[in-house]
């Protein structure tokens, strides 16, 4: 939880406070992921217990992901399933999850549902996501998802796709 003291944190026009609704902390979490802040958005996430929706539940598993904490990425994976079950946004999270945690059959398994699924926004951001992660393993469907071109993949500071 925010602590009472915390500074309010603004993104766009809404300030975010210790006192602000869980689903006002968790849309402004999502905009600070999308802008690239990710420290804020995961302690602004983990402050409304994890996100209020399914969407805003699996970008906090990436952030957890990608700050190396398999245990709690995995652990707020399970938690999204049993409040969210199986929406596809999670499918993108566990995907990048896997990725972050070195499963090594990460990309393939995205591979064969980018086949299955050619177009599906949940895998393309799956796709962006991993190739942010490790952007010279971008498979050619992953690159083709994101409209890169073989080498082309780019280092963004970390910020995805």
């Known amino acids: ?3 009472e003291t915390a500074p309010a944190r603004s993104c766009g026009q809404a300030l975010v406070t210790a006192e602000s609704p ?5 849309e402004r979490a999502a905009c600070w992921y999308e802008v ?3 420290d804020l958005a995961r302690e602004l996430l983990a402050a409304s217990g994890g996100g209020s ?3 805003d539940a699996a970008i906090y598993v990436i952030l957890l992901a990608r700050a190396g904490d398999e245990a709690a990425a995995g652990a707020a994976l399970e938690t999204a399933r049993q409040r969210f079950g199986r929406a596809a946004c999670l499918e993108r999270a566990e995907l990048v999850r896997r990725l972050a945690a070195g499963d090594g059959t990460a990309w393939a398994a995205l591979d064969r549902a980018l086949a299955q699924r050619p177009g599906d926004p949940e895998l393309v951001k799956a796709a962006a996501e991993m190739t942010a992660l490790q952007p010279d393993a971008a498979t050619a469907r992953a690159r083709e ?4 071109e073989e080498g082309a993949a780019a280092r963004f500071n970390g910020a995805a796709l």
């Open 1 to 3: 939880m925010l602590p």
């Open 145 to 148: 998802a994101v409209g890169r």
């Open 53 to 55: 929706t399914a969407q």
């Open 22 to 26: 869980p689903e006002l902390i968790s």
């Open 36 to 38: 690239g802040r990710y």
